[in-house]
């Protein structure tokens, strides 16, 4: 047995390791080794989930955003976007329509488009949760006050979406040149505090970032027990000053994804649109390395190519059933089975 197995090992038993073997084994590792932890991972979400995987329908609300992250496509300094802002009524039909196949939870994304205050969001999440009351709210509309985030929760709203990102301050601040870390990290212990079923995660491969920063992030991840956990790779956005970097490792992102998975059994763990994007089977490799979600789009076809955080976004030109028709086949073909249901977070202690 080599040492990265036998770190591999040590993680599934203890759900933690030290800084110094998350370096080694983010730095080191083989695809033997990486092998041996996608079987592991895929065995742990099986005797927590069996053969299942949850959907959910993303709503992507406005692509108006007040900050100016250098990698997002949506950033206030790109003259290029065409915005759009959905009405309240446009949100509502999007739900109504995925519903309607199957859909149980709904998914508001978007930029931080000042003009949604409490005023006009908490009306919208009391509406979704009238007419859908068998659906779960989530929402992704990045930092607010603990008092905004109470407000949506006490509305109706189910869980929350807000990655970090990345844990190291310096790291932070390049791709980030108007926001602190701190800031970011205090919304995350709010929306715990508040009860929301709480997501984290991290890009994977962004410029500048070390094996160093990946290990801060795994720790952060295995002490803040989040119970929903996004990492996709970074890509580059042809209008951003990341422009000409590199994008991510599908390899790295499936290794990160399947250690989640021991670390963090319970957790619903997506196998994301931008690994679907950048390996064309990102999505079942995803689920073969410990995912149980997909994200399928329920956003009006008309602003589906004004929503671009990246290049050359994978499934924008599929309606919502195409989209979830086409994620079913999918799975089916690795033996997995897409369940209509709300998939909700439940804690065990015998897995």
């Not at 190291?168 to 970011?184: C, G, S």
Request: hydrophobic share 35%.
């Amino acid at each position: 047995m080599t040492a990265n197995e036998s770190r591999i090992l040590r993680l599934q038993k203890e759900r933690a390791l030290s800084k110094a073997d998350w370096v080694a084994l983010i730095s080191t590792h083989t695809p033997e080794e990486q092998a041996f932890a996608a079987k592991l991972a895929r065995e742990t979400a099986e005797r927590r989930f069996g053969k299942n995987v949850y959907f959910r329908g993303i709503v992507e609300y406005s692509n108006i955003c007040k900050n100016d992250c250098y990698y997002c496509g949506i950033r206030k300094s790109n003259l290029c976007v065409s915005r759009y802002r959905l009405t309240e009524e446009e949100i509502l039909e999007s739900c109504r329509e995925g519903y309607a196949i199957g859909y149980r939870t709904f998914v508001l994304q978007g930029g931080e488009d000042g003009w949604w205050t409490d005023d006009k969001m908490v009306p919208l999440v009391k509406r979704i949760r009238t007419e859908f009351p068998d659906c779960t709210i989530t929402l992704s509309l990045g930092e607010r006050s603990e008092e905004s985030y109470r407000a949506l929760y006490e509305a109706g709203a189910d869980r929350y979406l807000l990655r970090h990102e990345t844990a190291t301050p310096e790291h932070y601040r390049l791709l980030h040149p108007d926001m602190r870390l701190e800031t970011r990290m205090d919304c995350l212990r709010s929306l715990r505090r508040i009860g929301y079923q709480t997501g984290a995660g991290m890009m994977v491969g962004t410029p500048g970032q070390t094996a160093e920063h990946l290990a801060a992030d795994m720790l952060f991840l295995s002490e803040f027990k989040p119970e929903m956990v996004g990492i996709g790779p970074f890509l580059p956005h042809k209008d951003t000053p990341f422009r000409d970097e590199a994008p991510g490792s599908a390899e790295m992102t499936l290794f990160l994804l399947a250690l989640t998975r021991l670390m963090l059994p319970d957790a619903l763990i997506p196998a994301t649109t931008a690994l679907g994007t950048l390996q064309g089977d990102g999505r079942k490799n995803g689920v073969l390395h410990g995912c149980n979600v997909v994200m399928p789009n329920l956003s009006p076809m008309a602003v589906r190519k004004k929503y671009m955080l990246y290049n050359e976004k994978a499934g924008i030109g599929l309606t919502a059933r195409e989209s979830l028709d086409l994620l079913t086949r999918q799975m089916e073909e690795i033996g997995y089975t897409v369940l209509r249901s709300r998939g909700d977070f439940q804690r065990r202690d015998d897995i």
